[in-house]
T-cell receptor, first 115, second 106 residues
Framework: NAGVTQTPKFQVLKTGQSMTLQCAQDMNHEYMSWYRQDPGMGLRLIHY???????DQGEVPNGYNVSRSTTEDFPLRLLSAAPSQTSVYFCASSYSLPGVGQPQHFGDGTRLSIL | GIQVEQSPPDLILQEGANSTLRCNFS?????LQWFHQNPWGQLINLFYIPSGTKQNGRLSATTVATERYSLLYISSSQTTDSGVYFC????????FGPGTRLSVLP
């Protein structure tokens, strides 16, 4: 059982480049989300999705786009990378909305450095 | 939005010692979870505990929702307990606290 799979694990970009962080889950979860974790801080929500075709902004959405064309996949796109986006990115999924009490399952993270 | 605080920010223990980590939140919540981030960065669910008390081996957690706090107890700590412990509450989505960094020395 793979759970939540994130690729790549590490990436270095130059300022202005674009890239897509991949997230896939095989648990048939409806709710998926992206967080960023900066040094000494907790996780902050970037974007989330409550099902295929439905996405919404979290706390820190600027500079990121998402789409949810299938239940399994939830890619995060950086349109024009900036040094302030250097961070560790986590994807998470759960069976339903967090308020219903379902535990969140996290991927192993993507360490992204913007030079 | 909901504010989440955790204390202490850092904790150093000798192996075998007990510890209590605290999470305070500013409003009523539907969901509270504790996570452990190990030294390799992986996030692991510990407890889903919006109220009451749960135990899992050497770890237990208590949430007093009416007083807006939760406690995580670690007994007989081991070096493998090292890492950062986060609590997260649900407003509409998860809101994470800043974490408590625990170092258990052999």
């Amino acid at each position: 059982n793979a759970g939540v799979t994130q690729t790549p694990k590490f990436q270095v970009l130059k300022t202005g480049q674009s890239m897509t962080l991949q997230c896939a889950q095989d648990m048939n979860h409806e709710y998926m989300s992206w967080y960023r974790q900066d040094p000494g801080m907790g996780l902050r929500l970037i974007h989330y999705s409550v099902g295929a075709g439905i996405t919404d902004q979290g706390e820190v959405p600027n500079g990121y786009n998402v789409s949810r064309s299938t239940t399994e996949d939830f890619p995060l796109r950086l349109l024009s990378a900036a040094p302030s986006q250097t961070s560790v990115y986590f994807c998470a999924s759960s069976y339903s909305l967090p308020g219903v009490g379902q535990p969140q399952h996290f991927g192993d993270g993507t360490r992204l450095s913007i030079l | 939005g909901i504010q989440v605080e955790q204390s202490p920010p850092d904790l150093i223990l000798q192996e075998g010692a007990n510890s209590t980590l605290r999470c305070n939140f500013s409003d009523s919540v539907n969901n509270l979870q504790w996570f452990h981030q190990n030294p390799w960065g992986q996030l692991i669910n510990l407890f889903y505990i919006p109220s009451g008390t749960k135990q899992n081996g050497r770890l237990s957690a208590t949430t007093v929702a009416t007083e807006r706090y939760s406690l995580l107890y670690i007994s007989s700590s081991q070096t493998t307990d090292s890492g950062v412990y986060f609590c997260a509450v649900v407003d509409q989505n998860f809101v994470f606290g800043p974490g408590t960094r625990l170092s258990v020395l052999p």
